[in-house]
């Protein structure tokens, strides 16, 4: 059995990644995957047993990157103002600089793979994400309400943002590139619709 190349591991991930986001679960194949890498069927066979650990194993770890990337710089004793801005920063900067991964995670979002990309972070961000929560709800920031009303106002409009500028069009096709005031102006009114 021939050794692991990390290498050509890596590029394996990668271009598995791109297809796959530009193109859907449905236009990826292990074939389509081995003739863009420029490797043979049975090298791919090394790094995964078959075209479910692949994907399963891309989903779990780009979700605990994202999770990281989530968590960086981020303390849950913060301002609601403080605490959101830094996800906004946080969440911002990994999508923009990893393209193709925010292209990937549309497609996963809406795929079987959805689970296991959210499970790879889920435990670590909702502890840390639960403790600020609790925090700002308690020092009367804002109002309590569920999980998922905050999250829409909260974070919505900035994957919005972030969606049509990596697309480069937004509504009707309209070319579109998000600036830092386009930005600002979007967390501004999200903190205004959800600070007490």
């Known amino acids: 059995?021939?050794?692991?190349?990390?290498?050509?591991?890596?590029l394996v991930k990668k271009t598995a990644i791109e297809i796959i986001g530009k193109g859907g679960f449905e236009h990826f194949s292990i074939n389509k995957l081995a003739k863009a890498c420029g490797i043979s069927v049975a090298t791919l066979y090394i790094y995964y047993k078959d075209k479910e650990d692949l994907l399963s194993s891309l989903a779990t770890e780009l979700g605990r990157k994202m999770g990281d990337a989530m968590l960086k710089d981020f303390d849950p004793e913060s301002s609601f103002e403080t605490g959101l801005?830094?996800?906004?920063?946080?969440?911002?900067?990994?999508?923009?600089?990893?393209?193709?991964?925010?292209l990937f995670f549309e497609q996963v979002r809406t795929s079987s793979y959805q689970e296991q990309f959210l499970k790879a972070f889920a435990e670590d961000l909702k502890?840390?994400?639960?403790?600020?929560?609790?925090?700002?709800?308690?020092?009367?920031?804002?109002?309590?309400?569920?999980?998922?009303?905050?999250?829409?106002?909260a974070f919505a409009p900035l994957?919005?943002?972030?969606?049509?500028?990596?697309?480069?069009?937004?509504?009707?096709?309209?070319?579109?590139?998000?600036?830092?005031?386009?930005?600002?102006?979007?967390?501004?009114?999200?903190?205004?619709?959800?600070?007490?």
């Open 127 to 153: 502890n840390v994400f639960g403790k600020f929560m609790d925090n700002i709800v308690a020092r009367g920031e804002i109002n309590a309400m569920p999980l998922e009303v905050y999250w829409s106002v």
């Open 85 to 102: 801005r830094q996800q906004w920063l946080n969440r911002y900067h990994y999508m923009i600089e990893n393209q193709s991964i925010s």
């Open 1 to 10: 059995m021939r050794a692991r190349d990390i290498d050509k591991e890596n």
């Open 159 to 196: 994957y919005a943002l972030i969606k049509f500028n990596n697309e480069g069009q937004s509504l009707g096709g309209k070319p579109f590139k998000l600036t830092d005031e386009m930005f600002w102006q979007a967390f501004d009114l999200v903190v205004k619709a959800l600070k007490r």
